[in-house]
């Protein structure tokens, strides 16, 4: 028969593992979204050099010069859907805690940013 004691460890271990599931889909969608920016931002390079070497045919100029701007809004949108997954694992990871450690201080925790930087111990 579990105690309350065994059953919070077993609860805090599945919540441990739920949490690292999670942050590893996320360290993946981050490497994936950061491999697909770095390769349109080589293809936005690469329409910029095509765009600069073909300025006598107009037509081929406004095809580049669309394509440019829609490569550098996908890279945008990407950025900003990074930036979005980053801060949403963060407010997970804060809703976890106040789970697991139910007596820590509201007002603390809302002190905490995912942009925060720890120095010598102090956020």
Avoid: M
Avoid at 43 to 54: C, E, R, W
Avoid at 89 to 95: T, Y
């Amino acid at each position: 028969k579990k105690d309350i004691k065994d059953l919070k460890a077993e609860y805090e271990r599945k919540l441990e593992q739920l949490a690292k599931e999670k942050e590893e889909k996320w360290a993946r969608d981050r490497k994936t979204f950061t491999d697909e920016i770095a390769h349109l931002r080589a293809q936005v390079a690469t329409q910029k050099d095509q765009l600069a070497s073909s300025l006598k045919d107009k037509e081929d100029v406004a095809a580049l010069s669309g394509e440019k701007t829609a490569l550098e809004e996908l890279v945008e949108g990407l950025q900003i859907e990074v930036g979005a997954r980053y801060d949403s694992g963060f407010q997970f990871a804060l809703e976890q805690l106040k789970i697991v450690f139910p007596d820590l201080d509201e007002s603390k925790l809302g002190e905490l940013d995912a942009l925060n930087k720890i120095v010598d111990g102090k956020l």
